[in-house]
Structures are given as C-alpha cells and as structure tokens.
C-alpha cells in the first residue's frame, strides 16, 4: 500500500498523485461501511446513528486515525464504530447481526461493481496497472487513471469486509457470533473489547517494521498471507467476472 509508494522509483509528483488516489479509496471505503450500519439500524428501529449525526456520508464522521492508517500501511482496516443501540430494536441480537453484516456488504457491492468494471477496462485494453507504466514513460493518462482507481476502489473494499468480519470485538464479526451465542457466554465473550486496542496497535506495529526487522517481516507474512490470498481470490473473480460479461461486446 502506501509503504510500497513510497519506496518505489516513481517521480515525487507521480507518487504524490498516486497516494491522493489511495487516500480517497480508503476515505470512501470506511464512508460506505459505515453509513451502511446506521441505515439498517436506523430501518431495524434504532435511530441513535441518526441523532448522533453518524448517518451521513460526511467521511469526518465516520474516521478513526488507526483504523485509518492501517488501511493505509496494509489495506486492512477500521473506521469508528456506529453507535447502536440494541434495546431499541424488536429482535436485537438478530439485528445487530443484520446491522453488522451490513457494513461488509456494501463494501462487497461496491467492490463487485469496482471489479466488474476493471475487468471491462481490460477488455479494451486498459491495465489497471498500466498507470506505473505510463508514470515511467512520462505520461499518465485519463483512462489508466481511472482503472487504477477502480482497482484500488475493489482492493480496499474487499480488505475492509474481510477485516471487519473477523470476530474480535468491536468487529462486525464479533456481532454475528454473539448472535448464535448464550447470552452468558456473549457477555463474557465481548469483554475481549478492552484489549482490542492492544491486538490492533501490534498488528499496526508489526506492519511498519516488517521491512526493518527480520522477525516482524515473517510476522507479518503469517498474519496477513491468508488475508492477502483471500483478497486476491475474490478480487480475481470480480474482475474476471467483469470480462466475461464485456466478452460478448
């Protein structure tokens, strides 16, 4: 992501445009997720995100600064949660379960439309990572731009739906299981929550000195590898998708 910028060989103004690119994927990922919760909370019988202004596709709403940059330095990431409040709604571990999922959905949606579009692209010939040939040759153009802003778009999507559907509080993930859980053992279960800073500034650690220290490299490859090969997988088949059916054009 922004490290792999930021050690390429690209011109400095090249690299600046780039990363103004990736900055407004992420800003629009982390928007969607969670507008996407206060809406079906909202439809579900629970209007705090509304009243606490968190339902709006205003993105200084919505930014939490480590989830932020985790998507930056790994494209996994977080925003700042949604306030729900579940007693408000007529079956609530249920539809903290639909609210939850609702945030990953969307970033699926967005993604699938992201990817279909990429795979178009290709078919007339436009590379989504063309623009880094284009940058060396001296001249980026409009349509290697927008393909790579498509890719970036379904790449960040997928990572932020993965991300989130892990089930470590307060992770969309997290909501889903305590929905097919015993009250008992869900409360003890979500207590988790108070260490969760502790998981993420590692793993936020971990990213940044993998290329400086030999043991958080292998760390890191353990850690996010799954995550990669899944991301990778769906992203293929999105765009794969988006060829087959620009094909037959």
Same mark, same amino acid.
């Given at each position: 992501m922004i490290l792999n910028l930021l050690y390429s060989d690209l011109p400095m103004n090249i690299t600046v445009g780039l990363l103004i690119l990736q900055l407004f994927c992420v800003v629009m990922a982390l928007t969607v997720h969670e507008f996407a919760h206060g809406f079906i909370?909202? &439809?579900?019988?629970?209007?705090?995100?509304?009243?606490?202004?968190?339902?709006?596709?205003?993105p200084l709403a919505h930014i939490d600064?480590?989830?932020?940059?985790?998507?930056?330095?790994?494209?996994?990431?977080?925003? &700042?949660?949604?306030?729900?409040?579940?007693?408000?709604?007529? &079956?609530? &571990?249920?539809d903290m379960a639909l609210t939850s999922i609702a945030g990953p959905a969307v970033n699926l949606l967005v993604a699938l439309v992201s990817g279909? =579009?990429? /795979?178009?692209?290709?078919?007339?010939?436009?590379?989504?990572?063309?623009?880094?040939?284009?940058?060396?040759?001296? /001249?980026?153009?409009?349509?290697?731009?927008?393909? @790579?802003?498509?890719?970036?778009?379904?790449?960040?999507?997928?990572?932020? =739906?993965?991300?989130?559907?892990?089930p470590i509080p307060p992770l969309d993930g997290s909501n889903v299981l305590v929905a097919f859980l015993p009250n008992n053992t869900a409360a003890k279960y979500l207590q988790i929550r108070y260490y969760t800073r502790y998981i993420f500034g590692g793993l936020m650690l971990i990213s940044f000195l993998s290329d400086r220290i030999a043991l958080?490299? @292998?760390?890191?490859?353990?850690?996010?590898?799954?995550?990669?090969?899944?991301?990778?997988?769906?992203? @293929?088949?999105?765009?794969?998708?988006?060829?087959?059916?620009?094909?037959?054009?």
């Open positions: 909370a909202n &439809k579900l019988g629970d209007p705090t995100a509304n009243f606490q202004g968190r339902l709006t596709l205003n600064p480590v989830g932020f940059l985790m998507m930056l330095l790994v494209g996994f990431g977080w925003a &700042k949660p949604v306030p729900v409040n579940p007693r408000l709604m007529s &079956k609530p &571990k249920r279909i =579009a990429v /795979g178009a692209l290709a078919q007339f010939g436009y590379n989504p990572l063309q623009i880094f040939w284009e940058a060396f040759d001296g /001249g980026i153009t409009p349509m290697g731009t927008l393909s @790579y802003t498509l890719y970036m778009m379904m790449l960040l999507n997928v990572g932020l =739906a993965l991300f989130n559907m892990i958080f490299y @292998y760390l890191d490859i353990m850690i996010w590898y799954p995550f990669e090969w899944l991301r990778e997988n769906i992203c @293929y088949g999105f765009m794969r998708l988006g060829e087959l059916i620009f094909s037959f054009i």
